[in-house]
């Protein structure tokens, strides 16, 4: 199996990527370890993998590198392994996989398969992107966009915690424009999720499952600074599902048409800027499961 690691993650993930290394090694499994070296190698990589016939393909990382080796698999018999050592790790608990060296080492040699659909997003640039967790239009895309990378390296998930309150006070909070399966509706954010996860294991679409054809369609009807607020407040308190203002509607299609130009993020990655259109990928992945 081929390792697609990001060497640039730091030095506390580089350690942990190296006990699992140890643990793979003892438990007798053969792989090769790439690093990458910029946005965009981890797919290239996992392209070339597919091309050289490898069985397995491993996403050491967060749900970004696991997105773009997503990405580089697509349409193949490849399988997805994942090593989970990113910050918020939102797909690797979505499916209960395992954090420890041992029992992902276990995982990836005897572990059986479970079949998820991803997420495409298909941008006005002509781009298609897929997702493996969620994509967001509204208010979390611009904490995306504006997240300082030095300060998310040096202190994780607080560093969101920091952006967060910063748009609060920046962001317009522009109306949306959406449709849903052809139905259209005016919100203040959009996120379009495959699972119940949003943020670690904070659940925003209870009724979600990765493996289910259609998106989690979440809708924010109010925008501004408090709405945001209390949202940022009611999701660590397992409230969010329920939040006044919120509606949740399961769609083969979601449109958001205008304003043109809004930041777009997947799986914690800035990926472009509105219209953008999501669906279904055309073939679901084989990820290792325990």
Same mark, same amino acid.
């Given at each position: ?53 490898? *069985?397995?393909? %491993?996403?050491?990382? #967060?749900? =970004?590198?696991? !997105?773009? &080796? /997503?990405?580089?698999?697509? @349409? ?52 298609? *992107?897929?997702? %493996?967790?969620?994509? #967001?239009? =509204?208010?979390? !895309?611009? &904490? /995306?966009?504006?997240?300082? @990378? ?72 109010? @925008? ?67």
């Amino acid at each position: 199996m081929l390792v697609i690691f990001n060497p640039a993650a730091g030095a506390r993930r580089r350690r942990r990527f190296e006990r699992v290394a140890g643990a793979l090694a003892e438990a007798g499994i053969r792989f090769t370890v790439a690093d990458t070296t910029a946005p965009g190698h981890a797919e290239a990589l996992a392209r070339e993998a597919v091309a050289a016939g490898e *069985r397995v393909v %491993v996403a050491a990382g #967060g749900d =970004g590198t696991i !997105a773009e &080796v /997503v990405n580089g698999i697509a @349409g193949s018999e490849t399988r997805l392994g994942v090593i989970p050592i990113g910050t918020a790790n939102v797909f690797a608990h979505e499916l209960g996989l395992p954090f420890g060296a041992a029992a992902i080492a276990t995982s990836l040699k005897r572990g059986a398969v479970r079949h998820v659909i991803p997420g495409t997003a298909r941008l006005a640039s002509g781009r298609t *992107r897929l997702f %493996v967790q969620m994509l #967001g239009v =509204g208010f979390d !895309a611009a &904490v /995306v966009a504006s997240l300082n @990378g030095a300060l998310k390296r040096r202190i994780g998930r607080s560093a969101y915690v920091v952006e967060t309150l910063r748009q609060i006070a920046a962001w317009p909070f522009p109306h949306l424009t959406l449709t849903l399966d052809g139905a259209p509706r005016e919100a203040a954010q959009v996120i379009a999720t495959k699972g119940r996860f949003y943020g670690g294991r904070f659940v925003l679409a209870p009724d979600a499952a990765p493996d289910a054809a259609g998106i989690s369609a979440c809708v924010f009807d109010r @925008g501004g600074w408090w709405p945001a607020l209390r949202a940022g407040i009611a999701l660590p308190l397992g409230l969010l599902p329920g939040l006044d203002g919120l509606t949740r509607r399961r769609v083969a299609a979601l449109e958001v048409a205008a304003p043109a130009g809004l930041p777009v993020q997947a799986d914690g990655d800035l990926i472009g800027a509105t219209p953008v259109m999501v669906t279904d990928a055309a073939m679901p992945i084989a990820v290792v499961v325990p």
